[in-house]
């Protein structure tokens, strides 16, 4: 009988008891504000990668627009200057020096794929197996990856060689074989992109759409690659970068795949909405893909979402640095130092699928090419006056308007510069910009359980390690300095580590 009332009373108990979540209210509150923040990830997320599309925009539609205008100006100064008599001053500019290079480069990139038959490319990736298909695109993707950081620092040593000051010592080899590497780079780019064109290309036309979920569905792998690892802010920033240069890459694909499926269907409408769908579906997964991804990297590595507003202030001070009087560097070298998008192999390859794609005949054709011209000026001059505005207001937000001013980051923190002076550069994380929200974010204290939400890697072990081993010796020797986030490009390394 007593063994019955017990059970009863366990049965009751079970029933009935009860427990108070107050008492450990910042672990709850604690959770509750992680949710809000994974709520809060595609507004701040979206908002930064439309600000960065529009950055890229703008530096495309600089090659089409005003890039030409310049090299018109350059030349007639090269060839008016030494017809005035004005012999003691200088021939060209930097900037001009820097556009007739670019110039030149795009009308020889241009010949030389005009020997690019586009057609028997397509016929030869179409009597590829699917899964052959789907290796060579990622291969194709790896080898983009890798154009585009090496291809920034040629065209960056071909302005540099080309500009740099006469007295000083000799140390390059010399301008016409950086010219020809840059010439070759572009076009091998560009002939890179051309094949993912054509891929891509191939997956539409497919019957059965295999090849495109598959393609498709190799985006949600860079889930498993990235939200499991422990992120940094830099680390994110890169990625942020990349996700907004990869972004406008694809829409500048899926344009050209639609070009030229328009072409083979004599430019009929009715064929435009059988393609909608698949774009839309690759557009779709693509933003699914980027909120996931960035939801749970902040997440896991507890980080705020108010650091995408530091990332958009960011991005609008290397456009408005670019505005001033003193000015490094162009804007579209900036996008491409910064999110790894270089876009003249890019807007080569949109050149060659336009002008094979449309004939031009009659001078109701011409007509119709040059107010198309006018438009894509007013597009460009329109969306530059939007952005350089809408960077003032960044800017100002993030308090960084003194650092406008400031002499290029390399330069103030460069060895060489610092030992002149006698001083000792120390790491600080005042010059980033802040957000006063998140500065005022009470901290709740964490459970054992939440100590490791990553795992890291081996290097990132040691380097745990070696920083409490320098805290317990007093000292922060063995503390990596933390780099700026205007120093930080898409190809920088962070934390052993580029993403």
Not at 218 to 228: A, C, D, L, R, T
Not at 318 to 325: A, G, I, N, T
């Given at each position: 009988?007593?063994?019955?009332?017990?059970?009863?009373?366990?049965?009751?108990?079970?029933?009935?008891?009860?427990?108070?979540?107050?008492?450990?209210?910042?672990?709850?509150?604690?959770?509750?504000?992680?949710?809000?923040?994974?709520?809060?990830?595609?507004?701040?997320?979206?908002?930064?990668?439309?600000?960065?599309?529009?950055?890229?925009?703008?530096?495309?539609?600089?090659?089409?627009?005003?890039?030409?205008?310049?090299?018109?100006?350059?030349?007639?100064?090269?060839?008016?200057?030494?017809?005035?008599?004005?012999?003691?001053?200088?021939?060209?500019?930097?900037?001009?020096?820097?556009?007739?290079?670019?110039?030149?480069?795009?009308?020889?990139?241009?010949?030389?794929?005009?020997?690019?038959?586009?057609?028997?490319?397509?016929?030869?990736?179409?009597?590829?197996?699917?899964?052959?298909?789907?290796?060579?695109?990622?291969?194709?993707?790896?080898?983009?990856?890798?154009?585009?950081?090496?291809?920034?620092?040629?065209?960056?040593?071909?302005?540099?060689?080309?500009?740099?000051?006469?007295?000083?010592?000799?140390?390059?080899?010399?301008?016409?074989?950086?010219?020809?590497?840059?010439?070759?780079?572009?076009?091998?780019?560009?002939?890179?992109?051309?094949?993912?064109?054509?891929?891509?290309?191939?997956?539409?036309?497919?019957?059965?759409?295999s090849l495109l979920t598959i393609m498709m569905s190799n985006n949600f792998v860079e889930i498993k690659g990235s939200v499991f690892k422990k992120f940094e802010k830099n680390n994110l920033f890169q990625m942020s970068n990349s996700d907004i240069k990869e972004r406008f890459t694809n829409y500048i694909?899926?344009?050209?795949?639609?070009?030229?499926?328009?072409?083979?269907?004599?430019?009929?409408?009715?064929?435009?909405?059988?393609?909608?769908?698949?774009?839309?579906?690759?557009?779709?997964?693509?933003?699914?893909?980027?909120?996931?991804?960035?939801?749970?990297?902040?997440?896991?590595?507890?980080?705020?979402?108010?650091?995408?507003?530091?990332?958009?202030?960011?991005?609008?001070?290397?456009?408005?640095?670019?505005?001033?009087?003193?000015?490094?560097?162009?804007?579209?070298?900036?996008?491409?130092?910064?999110?790894?998008?270089?876009?003249?192999?890019?807007?080569?390859?949109?050149?060659?699928?336009?002008?094979?794609?449309?004939?031009?005949?009659?001078?109701?054709?011409?007509?119709?090419?040059?107010?198309?011209?006018?438009?894509?000026?007013?597009?460009?001059?329109?969306?530059?006056?939007?952005?350089?505005?809408?960077?003032?207001?960044?800017?100002?937000?993030?308090?960084?308007?003194?650092?406008?001013?400031?002499?290029?980051?390399?330069?103030?923190?460069?060895?060489?510069?610092?030992?002149?002076?006698?001083?000792?550069?120390?790491?600080?994380?005042?010059?980033?910009?802040?957000?006063?929200?998140?500065?005022?974010?009470?901290?709740?204290?964490?459970?054992?359980?939440?100590?490791?939400?990553?795992?890291?890697?081996?290097?990132?072990?040691?380097?745990?390690?070696?920083?409490?081993?320098?805290?317990?010796?007093?000292?922060?020797?063995?503390?990596?300095?933390?780099?700026?986030?205007l120093e930080i490009d898409r190809f920088t390394i962070c934390g052993n580590r580029i993403d």
């Amino acid at each position: 009988m007593s063994s019955y009332l017990s059970l009863v009373r366990f049965i009751t108990t079970e029933l009935t008891r009860g427990y108070f979540l107050e008492h450990n209210e910042a672990k709850y509150t604690e959770r509750r504000e992680r949710v809000y923040t994974c709520l809060r990830i595609p507004k701040e997320l979206e908002k930064l990668m439309t600000f960065g599309f529009f950055l890229c925009l703008d530096a495309f539609l600089y090659v089409f627009t005003l890039l030409p205008l310049r090299v018109i100006l350059a030349l007639l100064r090269l060839f008016t200057v030494p017809c005035c008599g004005l012999s003691g001053s200088r021939l060209l500019q930097p900037a001009q020096v820097c556009d007739v290079l670019k110039g030149f480069i795009m009308v020889l990139c241009y010949s030389m794929m005009s020997y690019v038959d586009y057609a028997m490319m397509y016929h030869l990736i179409r009597g590829q197996s699917v899964i052959k298909l789907y290796i060579i695109y990622n291969m194709l993707e790896v080898a983009d990856r890798l154009f585009s950081s090496f291809g920034q620092d040629i065209l960056d040593a071909l302005y540099w060689t080309a500009t740099e000051p006469k007295e000083k010592k000799r140390a390059h080899i010399g301008v016409i074989p950086h010219f020809l590497m840059a010439v070759l780079y572009v076009f091998l780019h560009a002939i890179l992109i051309m094949v993912q064109a054509t891929t891509l290309n191939v997956a539409f036309n497919s019957h059965n759409k295999s090849l495109l979920t598959i393609m498709m569905s190799n985006n949600f792998v860079e889930i498993k690659g990235s939200v499991f690892k422990k992120f940094e802010k830099n680390n994110l920033f890169q990625m942020s970068n990349s996700d907004i240069k990869e972004r406008f890459t694809n829409y500048i694909l899926l344009l050209i795949v639609c070009l030229r499926n328009m072409e083979q269907f004599s430019w009929n409408a009715d064929h435009l909405w059988v393609l909608f769908p698949d774009v839309v579906m690759v557009i779709a997964s693509e933003v699914a893909v980027d909120v996931v991804k960035h939801a749970f990297i902040t997440k896991f590595n507890d980080i705020s979402a108010d650091v995408y507003g530091e990332y958009r202030a960011s991005l609008a001070f290397d456009l408005v640095s670019s505005r001033q009087k003193n000015a490094y560097t162009d804007y579209s070298d900036s996008v491409s130092r910064r999110m790894g998008f270089i876009p003249l192999p890019l807007a080569l390859l949109l050149i060659r699928v336009v002008t094979s794609s449309v004939k031009i005949q009659g001078s109701l054709s011409f007509m119709c090419v040059l107010l198309f011209y006018l438009g894509m000026i007013t597009l460009k001059v329109l969306n530059s006056i939007v952005l350089l505005g809408t960077s003032c207001v960044f800017v100002k937000e993030a308090n960084m308007e003194e650092k406008l001013f400031d002499p290029p980051p390399s330069v103030a923190s460069s060895p060489q510069s610092l030992s002149d002076k006698g001083e000792t550069s120390l790491p600080s994380d005042i010059s980033q910009p802040t957000n006063t929200a998140e500065n005022a974010a009470p901290s709740f204290p964490k459970s054992d359980s939440d100590t490791f939400l990553t795992t890291p890697d081996e290097e990132d072990d040691d380097k745990i390690i070696n920083a409490d081993t320098g805290l317990e010796g007093g000292g922060l020797a063995h503390r990596p300095p933390k780099k700026d986030l205007l120093e930080i490009d898409r190809f920088t390394i962070c934390g052993n580590r580029i993403d």
